[in-house]
């Protein structure tokens, strides 16, 4: 943005004061937090030729761990939308016992540290845990499978959905919806139609933002994972095990794809936000 | 009148479907963290939890969540306000940067820091004439923190200030309100409850951060070691019945923090309603 | 107003720009408020010593610490003060050499110290700088087995048969894993006569054996103790010794016909003691761990204490007809880690296709 452009622009419309104060603190703690250490990283990977990078990040075993990492996030971040949006709906619009307790619980994995998600879950559901005993029976394994990865993603993604959800669900209008009762339609058409055009933009964010993490946890995921290469290992160990070789440039360069996917999947979010406002807002 | 029978049996059959999803889910890992924590009793349980060691981490865990709930939240709020109150080029780019460090993998944000303020940095000379620790010291731990945490206020408040529009805050500036009374008078009273939601979010984030602060600690013991850190240390020292209980702590700190939400939502939703 | 307002503004952004574009000088004015409180803590007249050290010597060190002291007092009349640090001996080599400020290093393997020393904080020739090699205990691998050893494992040829588990951590993530491996390969070689193919082929099948790879080596532990998954746990010789001690009726140990002398290695961390000024200390930290006590703390908690005077008194604990083999017969740490962890090494090519 050239200085020119932007006193035209200042000049404009703004008759709300604040602007220069609230996008210089803004931009000034965005830099020292995110942009000056990520440009870091990207000039560190810089050090290597594209061939390297491009020979680094495609080798056969990297290229299986993120298929194993988006695979695995990708199902979590599914359930957890899916179950997301009903739980948001059961504790806005329902009165049960225990409805406090539950929505008090749902920040509980962010508190948990994830080694002991991790732990807590290995044991739960290695063959002679409470819940992998049960499915031992049948000759299901789900520690230390791509399955026990799911779970322990499944558990840190919670929070996300529900909580993007529950604000716009509890500022939704019920009228609307009794309206289009009165009108004739069925439940289902209800929800279709009424509810979840005024939802899904913030399901969406929420299932962005639990991806994004998904795809980058860590730390409860080696325990539960079997960490067998083209199995069952997850990105990040690789990274790990490249930075105990000393091998920096491969570590950067692979932590720099999965950066460009996280920042390429918040993009398409927020993309699919906007549209949506747009929609909301042309019909109006 | 059938009608409503399946409308009671939608909301059960939801309901039940949401209680087993947390069940299975939320309530049996807390299960197995309560249950290996007393596995041998109450008063090893307490001497576990009163270690000098466990103090010294429940302290610096505690200032770690405090400096990043401060700085994120007065960032969210400038933030928001800037996102949402005007218009201007790159706004896109914009908060998907802020949304970022949510989805970078805290081992590459605990890594940037190394590469950033390590021995290996351009800036490490200037850093080491002045003698500033920043990483394998407390300043990177709470960077890190910070770092892990950095969206949650700001993508609560967003919505809520766009859902809001400009209108009153327009109207309250074309009356000559200046910027802190309008933030205070008109803005404020929208945003406070979506405030409360994601500072409780960012420090129970930052309570349990593990990855990013890993990377970043060095593990100097009593020096650099935050709770979950310390539950790992236990972890390794084949300290199962410690290391549970030094992670209950963290349950306990978290459900704390949620009854405080609850009390302040309750008593603020009262007087609303009085009003 | 507006103008002052908008002035602000430009100047943050050109700030912003600038930081972001040329590496930035004004971090250090940011983060020096944030670092005040922390620089005061130390440097009082008493020495502090940091141990970076890894992850199985938590129970050596924390014994050893307090005999130190009390040595240190008897001969200098002042107190000291030792911070330990335990972690994956790989991550805490790689954390000295970004900058966590250790007096000195205690790892798994020559091969960790060595990464210190080529970032500049270790002088050359630390190897020759305490005895035997600036190892004051050793270990060696053995099997850890469920009691009454079920599966019959009594050597390395056992772990390759159908349907045993095997669990052991990943050599490239865990120092200790690499003795693993190495003690593997060694006995293969001298089993199949030294031809490559079939001892790369043998320790393949091993591996295929493998159900979890932790990513350390008290990982491994847990999953094969806590979580029993597996047959046979590759590990640590003190380690074994310590699952047995916390669960006698539950696991047995067994021996292989021939293993690796794992040589711990420790040295003073250079660059860090001269700032410091520690390193009359710190040697004597290092050198005290030869001592007759320490040797003995060191045989308590199940690692073989160097001086074999003393190793003989733990003769009934250890197996010291074990044939052994060290890291020279593989030329080294630096030619053993080039063929067989580096990228595209032997053990890479064991799990591609």
Same mark, same amino acid.
């Given at each position: 943005?050239?200085?020119?452009?932007?006193?035209?622009?200042?000049?404009?419309?703004?008759?709300?004061?604040?602007?220069?104060?609230?996008?210089?603190?803004?931009?000034?703690?965005?830099?020292?937090?995110?942009?000056?250490?990520?440009?870091?990283?990207?000039?560190?990977?810089?050090?290597?030729?594209?061939?390297?990078?491009?020979?680094?990040?495609?080798?056969?075993?990297?290229?299986?761990?993120?298929?194993?990492?988006?695979?695995?996030?990708?199902?979590?971040?599914?359930?957890?939308?899916?179950?997301?949006?009903?739980?948001?709906?059961?504790?806005?619009?329902?009165?049960?016992?225990?409805?406090?307790?539950?929505?008090? /619980?749902?920040?509980?994995?962010?508190?948990?540290?994830?080694?002991?998600?991790?732990?807590?879950?290995?044991?739960?559901?290695?063959?002679?845990?409470?819940?992998?005993?049960?499915?031992?029976?049948?000759?299901?394994?789900?520690?230390?499978?791509?399955?026990?990865?799911?779970?322990?993603?499944?558990?840190?993604?919670?929070?996300?959905?529900?909580?993007?959800?529950?604000?716009?669900?509890?500022?939704?209008?019920?009228?609307?919806?009794?309206?289009?009762?009165?009108?004739?339609?069925?439940?289902?058409?209800?929800?279709?139609?009424?509810?979840?055009?005024?939802?899904?933009?913030?399901?969406?964010?929420?299932?962005?933002?639990?991806?994004?993490?998904?795809?980058?946890?860590?730390?409860?995921?080696?325990?539960?994972?079997?960490?067998?290469?083209?199995?069952?290992?997850?990105?990040?160990?690789?990274? /790990?095990?490249?930075?105990?070789?000393?091998?920096?440039?491969?570590?950067?360069?692979?932590?720099?794809?999965?950066?460009?996917?996280?920042?390429?999947?918040?993009?398409?979010?927020?993309?699919?936000?906007?549209?949506?406002?747009?929609?909301?807002?042309?019909?109006? | 009148?059938?009608?409503?029978?399946?409308?009671?049996?939608?909301?059960?059959?939801?309901?039940?479907?949401?209680?087993?999803?947390?069940?299975?889910?939320?309530?049996?890992?807390?299960?197995?963290?309560?249950?290996?924590?007393?596995?041998?009793?109450?008063?090893?349980?307490?001497?576990?939890?009163?270690?000098?060691?466990?103090?010294?981490?429940?302290?610096?865990?505690?200032?770690?969540?405090?400096?990043?709930?401060?700085?994120?939240?007065?960032?969210?709020?400038?933030?928001?306000?800037?996102?949402?109150?005007? +218009?201007?080029?790159?706004?896109?780019?914009?908060?998907?940067?802020?949304?970022?460090?949510?989805?970078?993998?805290?081992?590459?944000? $605990?890594?940037?820091?190394?590469?950033?303020? $390590?021995?290996?940095?351009?800036?490490?000379?200037?850093?080491?004439?002045?003698?500033?620790?920043?990483?394998?010291?407390?300043?990177?731990?709470?960077?890190?923190?910070?770092?892990?945490?950095?969206?949650?206020?700001? +993508?609560?408040?967003?919505?809520?200030?766009?859902?809001?529009?400009?209108?009153?805050?327009?109207?309250?500036?074309?009356?000559?309100?200046?910027?802190?009374?309008?933030?205070?008078?008109?803005?404020?009273?929208?945003?406070?409850?979506?405030?409360?939601? $994601?500072?409780?979010?960012?420090?129970? +984030?930052?309570?349990?951060?593990?990855?990013?602060?890993?990377?970043?600690?060095?593990?100097? +013991?009593?020096?650099?070691?935050?709770?979950?850190?310390?539950?790992?240390?236990?972890?390794?020292?084949?300290?199962?019945?410690?290391?549970?209980?030094?992670?209950?702590?963290?349950?306990?700190?978290?459900?704390?923090?949620?009854?405080?939400?609850?009390?302040?939502?309750?008593? $603020?939703?009262?007087?609303?309603?009085?009003? | 107003?507006?103008?002052?307002?908008?002035?602000?503004?430009?100047?943050?952004?050109?700030?912003?720009?600038?930081?972001?574009?040329?590496?930035?000088?004004?971090?250090?004015?940011?983060?020096?408020?944030?670092?005040?409180?922390?620089?005061? #803590?130390?440097?009082?007249? %008493?020495? &502090? *010593?940091?141990?970076?050290? @890894?992850?199985? !010597?938590?129970? *050596?060190?924390?014994?050893?610490?307090?005999?130190?002291?009390?040595?240190?007092?008897?001969?200098?009349?002042?107190?000291?003060?030792?911070?330990?640090?335990?972690?994956?001996?790989?991550?805490?080599?790689?954390?000295?050499?970004?900058?966590?400020?250790?007096?000195?290093?205690?790892?798994?393997?020559?091969?960790?110290?060595?990464?210190?020393?080529?970032?500049?904080?270790?002088?050359?020739?630390?190897?020759?700088?305490?005895?035997?090699?600036?190892?004051?205990?050793?270990?060696?691998?053995?099997?850890?087995?469920?009691?009454?050893?079920?599966?019959?494992?009594?050597?390395?040829?056992?772990?390759?048969? %159908?349907?045993?588990?095997?669990?052991?951590?990943?050599?490239? !993530?865990?120092?200790?894993?690499?003795?693993?491996?190495?003690?593997?390969?060694?006995?293969?070689?001298?089993?199949?006569?030294?031809?490559?193919?079939?001892?790369?082929?043998?320790?393949?099948?091993?591996?295929?054996?493998?159900?979890?790879? %932790?990513?350390?080596?008290?990982?491994?532990?847990? #999953?094969?103790?806590?979580?029993?998954?597996?047959?046979?746990?590759?590990?640590?010789?003190?380690?074994?010794? *310590?699952?047995?001690?916390?669960?006698?009726?539950?696991?047995?140990?067994?021996?292989?016909?021939?293993?690796?002398?794992?040589?711990?290695?420790?040295?003073?961390? %250079?660059?860090?003691?001269?700032?410091?000024? &520690?390193?009359?200390?710190?040697?004597?930290? *290092?050198? @005290?761990? @030869?001592?007759?006590?320490?040797?003995?703390?060191?045989?308590?908690?199940?690692?073989?204490?160097?001086?074999?005077?003393?190793?003989?008194?733990?003769?009934?604990?250890?197996?010291?007809?074990?044939?052994?083999?060290?890291?020279?017969?593989?030329?080294?740490?630096?030619?053993?880690?080039?063929?067989?962890?580096?990228?595209?090494?032997?053990?890479?090519?064991? @799990?591609?296709?």
């Amino acid at each position: 943005m050239t200085e020119k452009k932007l006193k035209r622009k200042t000049k404009n419309v703004r008759v709300i004061p604040g602007f220069g104060l609230s996008l210089g603190i803004t931009l000034t703690v965005l830099s020292f937090v995110v942009i000056i250490p990520l440009a870091t990283l990207v000039i560190f990977t810089a050090g290597m030729s594209f061939n390297d990078v491009i020979m680094t990040v495609t080798k056969p075993r990297v290229l299986a761990s993120f298929r194993v990492s988006f695979l695995t996030a990708f199902i979590a971040s599914a359930i957890n939308t899916v179950m997301g949006i009903i739980l948001a709906w059961v504790l806005v619009r329902y009165d049960f016992p225990l409805k406090r307790f539950m929505d008090g /619980m749902i920040e509980l994995p962010f508190a948990l540290p994830t080694a002991v998600a991790g732990i807590s879950l290995t044991a739960l559901t290695s063959d002679n845990g409470l819940v992998g005993s049960f499915f031992a029976k049948f000759g299901i394994r789900l520690a230390y499978t791509r399955v026990g990865i799911t779970i322990a993603l499944i558990f840190i993604g919670i929070p996300f959905v529900v909580r993007t959800v529950q604000p716009v669900l509890e500022k939704l209008d019920p009228s609307y919806e009794e309206a289009a009762g009165v009108m004739g339609a069925d439940r289902f058409t209800i929800f279709r139609r009424v509810i979840f055009p005024e939802i899904w933009p913030a399901a969406i964010t929420g299932f962005g933002l639990a991806m994004g993490r998904c795809i980058g946890e860590y730390g409860s995921v080696v325990f539960i994972a079997g960490n067998q290469p083209f199995e069952t290992e997850i990105t990040p160990l690789i990274i /790990m095990s490249k930075l105990q070789e000393y091998d920096y440039a491969s570590a950067t360069a692979i932590a720099l794809v999965m950066l460009i996917f996280s920042f390429l999947i918040l993009f398409l979010v927020s993309y699919f936000q906007a549209r949506n406002t747009k929609m909301i807002q042309g019909g109006r | 009148m059938a009608e409503k029978q399946s409308n009671g049996l939608v909301k059960y059959f939801l309901i039940a479907i949401s209680v087993i999803f947390l069940f299975l889910f939320l309530v049996l890992p807390l299960y197995v963290v309560v249950t290996e924590a007393f596995k041998k009793g109450a008063e090893q349980y307490w001497q576990a939890v009163s270690d000098e060691y466990t103090v010294k981490a429940i302290l610096l865990t505690l200032e770690a969540t405090v400096f990043a709930v401060v700085i994120n939240t007065v960032f969210g709020v400038f933030a928001a306000w800037a996102v949402t109150k005007f +218009r201007f080029e790159g706004k896109k780019v914009l908060t998907t940067l802020i949304d970022l460090p949510v989805t970078v993998s805290p081992i590459i944000a $605990g890594l940037i820091y190394v590469l950033t303020f $390590g021995r290996q940095s351009i800036l490490y000379p200037l850093l080491e004439k002045y003698d500033i620790k920043i990483v394998f010291a407390v300043p990177g731990i709470v960077l890190a923190t910070i770092f892990v945490t950095f969206p949650f206020v700001s +993508r609560e408040l967003i919505p809520v200030l766009e859902s809001q529009g400009t209108d009153e805050e327009e109207a309250a500036a074309l009356m000559g309100a200046n910027g802190s009374t309008i933030f205070r008078r008109v803005t404020f009273p929208h945003i406070k409850w979506a405030l409360l939601y $994601g500072v409780v979010l960012c420090a129970s +984030r930052a309570m349990g951060e593990f990855g990013a602060v890993s990377v970043l600690s060095g593990h100097l +013991r009593g020096k650099t070691n935050t709770l979950p850190l310390h539950v790992e240390i236990l972890f390794n020292e084949f300290q199962y019945m410690p290391a549970f209980a030094v992670s209950s702590i963290l349950v306990v700190m978290a459900i704390l923090l949620l009854i405080i939400r609850s009390i302040i939502e309750h008593k $603020g939703k009262k007087e609303t309603e009085i009003r | 107003m507006k103008k002052r307002i908008l002035s602000l503004f430009l100047s943050a952004v050109f700030a912003a720009g600038a930081l972001t574009g040329c590496g930035s000088e004004a971090t250090s004015t940011e983060t020096a408020v944030q670092d005040n409180t922390q620089a005061q #803590t130390e440097e009082s007249k %008493d020495v &502090t *010593l940091t141990n970076v050290s @890894y992850d199985p !010597t938590r129970e *050596l060190y924390a014994a050893y610490n307090e005999v130190f002291k009390k040595h240190w007092q008897e001969k200098t009349g002042g107190s000291v003060e030792i911070t330990q640090s335990h972690g994956g001996s790989g991550k805490q080599a790689l954390e000295v050499a970004n900058g966590l400020e250790a007096d000195v290093v205690t790892l798994a393997l020559e091969y960790d110290v060595n990464a210190v020393k080529n970032a500049g904080l270790i002088e050359d020739g630390w190897v020759n700088e305490f005895d035997k090699n600036s190892s004051p205990y050793t270990s060696t691998i053995v099997f850890l087995v469920r009691k009454g050893n079920p599966k019959d494992i009594h050597d390395w040829d056992d772990l390759i048969k %159908d349907g045993v588990g095997v669990i052991t951590p990943n050599p490239k !993530t865990s120092g200790g894993a690499c003795w693993n491996y190495l003690a593997a390969w060694a006995f293969a070689q001298k089993k199949l006569g030294y031809d490559e193919e079939q001892t790369k082929e043998f320790v393949k099948n091993i591996y295929k054996n493998v159900l979890v790879l %932790d990513s350390g080596a008290r990982g491994a532990t847990t #999953t094969f103790v806590e979580n029993g998954q597996g047959d046979v746990l590759i590990a640590w010789e003190n380690e074994a010794f *310590l699952s047995i001690k916390d669960y006698p009726d539950d696991y047995e140990i067994v021996v292989p016909s021939l293993s690796i002398l794992a040589q711990p290695s420790v040295a003073v961390v %250079d660059k860090v003691v001269d700032k410091r000024g &520690t390193r009359e200390a710190a040697t004597e930290y *290092l050198s @005290y761990l @030869y001592s007759d006590e320490a040797q003995k703390i060191a045989g308590d908690n199940f690692y073989r204490p160097s001086n074999p005077d003393i190793l003989k008194e733990y003769a009934d604990v250890f197996d010291l007809n074990v044939d052994l083999v060290s890291i020279d017969d593989f030329g080294g740490w630096d030619a053993a880690h080039e063929k067989h962890f580096d990228d595209g090494g032997i053990f890479d090519q064991i @799990y591609e296709n």
